[in-house]
């Protein structure tokens, strides 16, 4: 993958599959639990039922990156969903399968590399010799095509 901009778009297309993976289900609980908050009685406590829902639409938020982003790479496919899809896979720098601390790490760093909409990653993905996120950098791994 040496085009630059070939490389930002796979990988860009890459993080809205894998999003929508995740987001679809939070979403689902956050519609129930605000179904369920509006269909109280109205003299009852409304502000409960609200935290709650918005503590799961967080949780299946939270643990569903963490399990497209860390558990799916590390246990079965090498990559996330989303790469899957694409023909990509995550390797070491030197060609292996990273553990799960690559892959923790990786998860991580979305965090910096998220900023604006993924664009501090896009470029530092355009911008790196290996086309890498600052997550791929700290966790020495690259993302590859599948081979």
Known sequence: M???????????????LDRLVTT???????VLGLRWTLHLPRGDDRMTPAYLTMAGFLLVILAGNWFIEVWVPHRWLGGTPGMRCLGLRVVTERGETPGLRAHLIRWAMVIVDGYFFGLVGALAIAFSPRHQRFGDMVARTLVVRRG
């Open 2 to 16: 040496s085009d630059p901009a070939g490389v930002i778009l796979r990988r860009y297309a890459q993080f809205v």
């Open 24 to 30: 679809v289900p939070a979403v689902v609980v956050l």
